[in-house]
T-cell receptor, first 110, second 111 residues
């Protein structure tokens, strides 16, 4: 079983659309994250939730809204997609000593 | 399958001593390799990366990493550890435009 799974793996969409990326972890971890991998492959944190509560919110446009219905899920909703939103988005979860990443969602905005 | 391994869950070192955090990878082709650090209640922060060229890469906070192609390793090093270096360290390799991460190594530096 995949520990941290995110869907879809690939997402191609038009500018202006609204889309969501889903993330689920079956590890029982309390903390989940969304990261954005930019074109230079640097990973930057966007959000972090602990037990459904937002604990890290980096400088991210408010078109991005994370939603955590329970501690096993952290979904990312993006409104009014722009060309610059094209990137790979990673979900991750952690407990104490370890961080587990999903396989990433490659978002392409046309 | 492409993968990154960090064989040590925890590394303990005394302040002032040299430190090494190990990373090995399995990926086809010429890899791009990264090290990130995570401090408590913070996201990952970039430390350094290797693309090509000199096998010894220098990064932030006095850290460096040595790329060894024959051993498929990319160990993180620092000549003299500080207590403030205590954190979680993650190795990553790029594959098909995505990063693949190890599960992390806790570095504990004791005064």
């Amino acid at each position: 079983d995949t520990a941290v799974s995110q869907t879809p793996k690939y997402l191609v969409t038009q500018m202006g659309n609204d889309k969501s990326i889903k993330c689920e972890q079956n590890l029982g971890h309390d903390t989940m994250y969304w990261y954005k991998q930019d074109s230079k492959k640097f990973l930057k944190i966007m959000f972090s939730y602990n037990n459904k509560e937002l604990i890290i919110n980096e400088t991210v446009p408010n078109r991005f809204s994370p939603k955590s219905p329970d501690k096993a899920h952290l979904n990312l909703h993006i409104n009014s997609l722009e060309l610059g939103d094209s990137a790979v988005y990673f979900c991750a979860s952690s407990a104490r000593e370890k961080l587990f990443f999903g396989s990433g969602t490659q978002l392409s905005v046309l | 399958a492409q993968s990154v391994a960090q064989p040590e869950d925890q590394v303990n070192v005394a302040e002032g001593n040299p430190l090494t955090v190990k990373c090995t990878y399995s990926v086809s082709g010429n890899p791009y390799l990264f090290w990130y650090v995570q401090y408590p209640n913070r996201g990952l922060q970039f430390l350094l990366k290797y693309i090509t060229g000199d096998n010894l890469v220098k990064g932030s906070y006095g850290f460096e990493a040595e790329f060894n192609k024959s051993q498929t390793s990319f160990h993180l090093k620092k000549p003299s550890a500080l207590v403030s270096d205590s954190a979680l360290y993650f190795c990553a390799v790029e594959f098909t435009d995505k990063l693949i991460f190890g599960t992390g190594t806790r570095l504990q530096v004791f005064p």
